[in-house]
Structure formats: C-alpha cells, structure tokens
C-alpha cells in the first residue's frame, strides 16, 4: 500500500478507546468506593441509636419484657382479652 495513513488513524482510534475504558472503570471503582463508604458511616450512626433504644426500653420501661419470638410483651401479663363467642351455625336442613 502506498499510502499507510489508516495505520496512524487505527492507532488514534485505539488509544482514544483505551482511554474511554480506562474512565469508564475509574467512574465505577469511584462509585463502589463511595458506596461502601456511605453504607460504612451508616452502620456507624445506627448502632449509635441502637445502643440508644436499648437504653431507653432497659431504663424506662420496667414492665416490658424483650421475647425474640413475640417482640415487646408485658412482663405482668398485662390485659387479658378474651375471644369473641362463636355464634351457632343455622342448621341448613330446616325448611
């Protein structure tokens, strides 16, 4: 070929690509830093309110007990409620 200009051109092209890539996974890697970051700092400040709430329900509270299987009870007992009574069912057959 006499005339290799399109060699100059395709490397152009390659590094202008490379580069592009090169951006691309720097924008990315940015984000996920920042990401991780974010959700670190937010661990932070919540186990801060959590120490918090357990404070207040210990401190405050003295009838509530902490079962993992039913959430807040009372430790008295607190109200009994009592069920409604089941109405009888109509017999079908009467006519």
Not at 22 to 50: C, F, M, N, P, T
Not at 81 to 92: L, N
Request: hydrophobic content about 45%; glycine content about 6%.
């Amino acid at each position: 070929m006499p005339n290799e200009n399109w060699v100059f051109w395709l490397n152009v092209t390659n590094i202008a690509l490379g580069v592009c890539v090169l951006l691309a996974a720097a924008v990315v890697a940015y984000g996920v830093v920042w990401e991780l970051v974010i959700r670190r700092q937010k661990a932070r400040s919540l186990a801060h309110v959590d120490a918090e709430m357990q404070a207040m329900l210990h401190n405050e509270f003295p009838h509530h007990l902490a079962v993992p299987e039913f959430g807040l009870t009372m430790a008295d007992g607190g109200e009994q409620v009592k069920p409604e009574p089941k109405k009888p069912a109509e017999d079908k057959n009467k006519k």
